[in-house]
């Protein structure tokens, strides 16, 4: 059997006061770790931890902690004590790193990839769920992965980002799962090289008897250049093309979810899951909320929340799965994202929100377009194009960049898009 790390004789340094900070700092003090220390770089944040005193002199503690754990998507080149971190950096893990090295004997299933990650772990949940196998959620996607109440037999499903994997030293999954790799926060990891290799990190401890699933040659080469020990299963789409026709899901069956489906089909073939029951199961299954999220239908017009598509390769992921559509896209762009002009003949109009509407003016140029500063105004523009015609429609938010220049995250945007849509729909269809 496996042996836990003994956290409570170990030192930490907690970076980041966010959920997940919080997360840590409450499984240490259940641990009985005794000598720990935390540090965010935003003051408010920090005064609200006043009554625990244990920020002072944290430039120190980094060089006596035996762990740094940081927090997902803080970027080292930005926080206070960069000097210091660095010199520092082999100490620094993640909660996930936590997780791993105090239950080392439960099974877990790690996914990661640019798109499609929260979907496939939730899939899977259902999937698991329906065939009687205890599980739990954690990680990127619900509760921090620390949070979670588990028993001997859990399987332990864990949405990793590519910013949890960059520093990661421990993580071991049992099940590793590596989606799809595009373009993304090239702002954050510099190159693409380095984000790829953030992904693949996912293998890095890997032993024989775990398994490793991917689809991409590309990958697969580096997979083996870099001598990972886990079971490779290589994904066809092969395989699930030949049974996905039987699956009585139509959200399921959309364009968008194929390659979530291949990976989560595979692993169901691993688990003895027989066929029967994998359909069975799948048929009660219900999208993510802002993920291609059909939420409203009026006449022969189709309203859809993709919110959480924060890049232009995410969108077209939605933009494939539907015609004559009236495409709200902008927000805050991603470093170096582009759009595919082969998705051009599926939209009829895009509706430009956002601060950043000259970026997104330029990558469209070749679409009609106009700009809008907020989703209300494009939504009741959309409106007015669409009122009194006998075509079928479908109108998407799918934005192809991050929410922050006017939200909150992306789910303040899909809830806002559906609010606005909720109230003007009725007035003008």
């Known amino acids: 059997m496996k042996e836990n790390l003994n956290l409570s004789k170990k030192s930490f340094a907690i970076y980041g006061l966010g959920t997940t900070g919080k997360s840590v700092i409450n499984y240490l003090k259940k641990k009985k770790v005794k000598n720990y220390y935390f540090w965010d770089d935003k003051k408010e944040i920090r005064n609200s931890f006043k009554s625990i005193n244990k920020i002072n002199n944290f430039s120190q503690k980094l060089?006596?902690?035996d762990f740094i754990v940081l927090s997902p998507g803080i970027n080292l080149k930005k926080t206070k004590f960069y000097k210091k971190i660095k010199q520092n950096k082999k100490k620094i893990i993640t909660d996930i790193d936590l997780f791993f090295l105090s239950n080392s004997n439960?099974?877990?299933?790690?996914v990661t990839g640019t798109n499609g990650k929260s979907t496939t772990c939730k899939i899977i949940e259902h999937l698991f769920k329906r065939n009687?196998?205890?599980v739990k959620v954690g990680g990127n996607i619900g509760k921090p992965i620390l949070d979670l109440k588990l028993k001997k037999k859990t399987i332990v499903i864990i949405e990793a980002s590519s910013f949890q994997l960059s520093y990661s030293k421990f993580i071991k999954p049992d099940y590793a799962l590596i989606l799809n790799i595009s373009k993304d926060h090239l702002d954050w990891h510099g190159t693409m090289a380095n984000y790829i290799n953030s992904k693949l990190n996912i293998f890095s401890n890997q032993e024989k008897n775990n398994y490793a699933l991917l689809n991409s040659r590309n990958l697969l080469k580096k997979f083996y250049s870099n001598k990972y020990k886990g079971k490779i299963k290589f994904i066809h789409k092969n395989d699930y093309n030949k049974i996905k026709d039987k699956i009585k899901n139509s959200y399921l069956g959309l364009k968008s979810n194929e390659e979530n489906m291949t990976f989560v089909y595979a692993l169901s073939k691993i688990f003895k899951i027989k066929l029967n029951k994998f359909l069975f199961a799948l048929k009660s299954f219900k999208g993510l909320p802002h993920r291609y999220?059909?939420?409203y239908k009026k006449k022969n017009i189709t309203f859809i929340n993709d919110s959480k598509a924060t890049s232009f390769q995410a969108s077209s992921l939605a933009l494939q799965s539907s015609t004559n559509i009236?495409?709200?896209v902008g927000g805050l762009p991603k470093v170096k994202d582009n759009f595919n002009r082969k998705f051009k003949k599926n939209i009829n109009r895009a509706y430009i929100?956002?601060?950043?509407?000259?970026?997104?003016?330029?990558q469209l140029k070749f679409i009609n377009s106009s700009k809008y500063k907020k989703i209300k105004h494009a939504v009741i523009q959309v409106l007015k194009d669409i009122q009194g015609s006998?075509?079928?429609?479908t109108v998407l938010l799918s934005p192809a960049s991050a929410s922050y220049d006017q939200y909150k995250n992306f789910n303040h945007r899909g809830d806002e898009f559906k609010r606005i849509v909720k109230i003007y729909a009725k007035k003008y269809i």
């Open 326 to 328: 009236f495409w709200i």
């Open 106 to 110: 439960l099974k877990s299933i790690v």
């Open 293 to 295: 999220e059909i939420f």
């Open 63 to 65: 060089d006596i902690v």
């Open 353 to 362: 929100i956002g601060d950043y509407s000259k970026h997104f003016e330029k």
């Open 132 to 134: 009687k196998i205890d």
């Open 390 to 393: 006998n075509k079928k429609s």
